[in-house]
């Protein structure tokens, strides 16, 4: 059972993934966090050094890396749908669901934020709308499934996305302990 989570910056992929993870008992990989034991440094730094073309490229061979072993529930960057190579593979390989939110959601989320080069602009709330209106239709042709996140917590999303694995068949409900028999009414 593979899951993979697409969407933009703060839709809640990292948080929720991890969390998605720890309740299916199953691994949870990050995509960012390969790409920096790869790098070595912290992502904004190579976006400052080497140019976002060669992030791409980098991001590129880690989704390939992942999408051959395909295990437990991988969180990935919110330019992963970028590329048709990825697209392709993510969608081949894993159960894909668009966290998809609002750029005014996203913008409350990250304003403080000041890990994402993307955003590191002056107006980041410009930059998000900008790169929702580009990327919407990129990650709903990669997903098989798509969650709003606008208002639900991230433990209600984990359980929101439980229950649509569950319906799919992707991951077996958990046993219920057994219920007294209804009683018949007078
Ligand atoms: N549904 C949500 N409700 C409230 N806060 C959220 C929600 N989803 C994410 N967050 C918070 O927003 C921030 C960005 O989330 P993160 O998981 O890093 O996003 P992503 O990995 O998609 O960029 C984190 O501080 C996270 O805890
Ligand atoms: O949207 C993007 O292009 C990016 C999103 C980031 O990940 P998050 O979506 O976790 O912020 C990270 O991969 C990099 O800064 C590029
Ligand atoms: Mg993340």
């Known amino acids: 059972m593979a899951v ?52 791409r490229d980098i991001e590129q061979q880690v989704i390939a890396d992942l999408a051959e072993t ?39 989320r990250l304003r403080h934020d000041v890990k994402r080069p993307l955003l590191q602009v002056a107006d980041p709330l410009g930059r998000l709308r900008e790169l929702h209106a580009a990327r919407d239709p990129l990650y709903r042709e990669t997903a098989h499934d798509v969650v709003e996140t606008g208002r639900p917590s991230v433990a209600m999303l984990v359980n929101i996305i439980v229950m649509q694995l569950e319906l799919a068949g992707i991951v077996v409900p958990a046993a219920q302990p057994d219920l007294p028999p209804v009683q018949p009414h007078d």
């Open 4 to 55: 993979a989570l697409v969407g933009l910056p703060g839709a809640g992929k990292s948080a929720v993934g991890r969390r998605l993870g720890q309740r299916l008992q199953l691994p949870f990989i990050d995509s960012d966090n390969v790409i920096e034991q790869r790098i070595g440094c912290s992502i904004r730094d190579y976006f400052e050094r080497e140019g976002e073309a060669s992030f």
């Open 70 to 108: 395909a295990t437990g529930v991988v969180a990935t960057g919110g330019g992963s749908v970028l590329r048709e190579a990825n697209r392709n593979r993510l969608r081949a390989s894993f159960h894909v669901i668009y966290l998809r939110s609002s750029p005014e959601d996203l913008f409350r």
